[in-house]
Each structure stands twice: as structure tokens, then as C-alpha cells.
């Protein structure tokens, strides 16, 4: 198949839930302007409106602050994690649930001789157009296929020997699992696959203070999770772990 895309497209985040945010926001906020003051058993409520107009807003300034990271701060949380990492160009890295290859790539142009794999199950909900073809796309525009190799695997079950990867990162994937215990699961599987030695960069928008403690208790060194809100212009946080040698 041929490929007219010229420039690399790291896709938008749950682009179904900004669609439901705005929507509703729009209406909400709508139906609060319009709503007169009503009159239930001889009471006047007033505020009906004011608090659809007001939830209208915040659900619009939710969706719009979801664009915002899609379009801007991704790229700067992506500067952020890989600004972590003490590179010397030669690390073996992995970048868990690499969706569009945003990580892996921005990774693999640190590297001089080392390489990244990028894992994902390439679930079409989280990310628009994500698919293991249009990272293969990016990962050509970006000129970093000798540094990149792409795998369909699970977190939960990854195939890779204990102790693989000096870095390990991954963006707005682990908080996908449902399931709070198969979340452990994916964070032990993290703590597994990391070198003594090597360093973990974990964000999300939730759960960052579980993702900590069960890293904690696996024994990894953990360093307290970080908001990165202004520079994401959405809510995201960071967590920092090494395991030691
Ligand atoms: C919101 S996207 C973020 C993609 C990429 N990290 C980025 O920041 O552009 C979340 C990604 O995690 C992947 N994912 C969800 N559950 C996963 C799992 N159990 N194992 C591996 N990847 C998973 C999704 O398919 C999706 O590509």
C-alpha cells in the first residue's frame, strides 16, 4: 500500500470520550441558559439552570483541555519522561503500550547504538487511527527504524526475560486495565522485566499512587509521583522508579 502521509500523526487520546464530553457539555451548558426558574409544589428553584450551565462548562473545558494534550502537551510530557533518563546511546528500552510510537520514537532518537521496543495491543478506543501499520508509517518519517522494533503483546503477560530493559517508560496505558488487581499484575510484570540498575518512567492521569505502592512492594526504589498539569495543559502524573543493583 502506498503512503501519502508526509508528517508523522501520533493520533488523538480517547478521542470517544472528548466527543461525549463536548457534546454533552454543549447541550448541558445550552439547556442551563435556557432553563426559567421552576416552580415544583409551591417552591421556585432558581439555580437549576446555573448548574446545568455549569456542568455544561466543565465537561466543555474537560474536552478542550483532552484537544490541548492530543495537540501540544503529550510532546512536552514525552520531553518530560525522556529528560528523566540519563542516556548514554546504547540502553536497551522498552515502551509499554507505544500506541502511535510517540515514546518509542522519541526514545530511539536519544539512542545511538541501543534500540526500543514499543508493545501495544493496539486497542482503537484509546488512541484515534492506532495501529501497528501507522506507527510503522511514523517510525519511517521519523527516520528510526534500525533503532525500533514493534511487538503485540499485553503488559500483563509480556514474553521478555526477567531483568531486560536499562529504561523502561509508558504514557497513559496501565490506567486501560479495568481491573485494579490486573493492574498489579502489569505492575509487577514492569518490576520483572526492568534491569537492576534501570530506571521505570511511568504517567498517567489516575492511579499513580497504586502503580507506586506496588512497585514498592516489589521492592523497587520509588520516588514520590509528580503532577505535570501545565505542561500536559490535562491531568497527568508522573512516577519515578529504579531497581537497585
Ligand atoms: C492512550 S493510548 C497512549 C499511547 C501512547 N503511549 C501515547 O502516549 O501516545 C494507550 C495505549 O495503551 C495500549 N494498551 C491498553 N491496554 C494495554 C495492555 N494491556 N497492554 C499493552 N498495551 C495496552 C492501547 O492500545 C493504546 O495504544
Known amino acids: 500500500m502506498t503512503n ?28 442551563g441558559w435556557f432553563t426559567p426558574p421552576l416552580s415544583i409544589f409551591g417552591n421556585t428553584f432558581s439555580f437549576i439552570g446555573s448548574v446545568l450551565f455549569t456542568l455544561g462548562l466543565l465537561a466543555i473545558a474537560l474536552g478542550t483541555s483532552m484537544i490541548a494534550y492530543g495537540i501540544r502537551g503529550k510532546f512536552n510530557i514525552r520531553e518530560q519522561m525522556l529528560n528523566i533518563v540519563n542516556w548514554k546511546g ?30 501495544d495491543i493496539w486497542n482503537t478506543e484509546d488512541l484515534s487511527g ?21 511487538k503485540n503483546e499485553d503488559v500483563r503477560n509480556m514474553s521478555f526475560a526477567d531483568n531486560s530493559f536499562v529504561v523502561i517508560l509508558s504514557l497513559l496505558c496501565l490506567h486501560n486495565i479495568d481491573d485494579k488487581t490486573e493492574r498489579e499484575v502489569a505492575c509487577r510484570e514492569i518490576a ?14 489516575v492511579n499513580i499512587s497504586e502503580y507506586a505502592k506496588v512497585l514498592a512492594q516489589v521492592g523497587l526504589k520509588v520516588e514520590k509521583p509528580k503532577s ?11 512516577v519515578v522508579v529504579t531497581k537497585e543493583r
Open 4 to 31: 501519502y502521509q508526509v508528517k508523522p500523526n501520533y493520533g488523538i487520546d480517547a478521542p470517544e470520550v472528548i466527543r461525549q464530553f463536548l457534546l454533552i457539555g454543549f447541550i448541558s451548558a445550552i439547556a
Open 90 to 119: 546504547d540502553e536497551n528500552v522498552l515502551d509499554i503500550g507505544t500506541g502511535r510510537g510517540l515514546l518509542m520514537i522519541g526514545a530511539a532518537k536519544r539512542l545511538k547504538t541501543g534500540k526500543v521496543i514499543g508493545i
Open 130 to 150: 492506532n495501529t501497528a501499520g501507522n506507527t510503522l508509517i511514523n517510525v519511517e518519517l521519523e527516520g528510526v527504524k534500525d533503532k525500533t522494533e514493534l
Open 192 to 205: 520483572r522485566v526492568l534491569k537492576p540498575g534501570g530506571t521505570a518512567v511511568i504517567s498517567d492521569y
Open 228 to 238: 505535570y498539569f501545565f505542561e500536559a495543559y490535562s491531568l497527568i502524573w508522573m
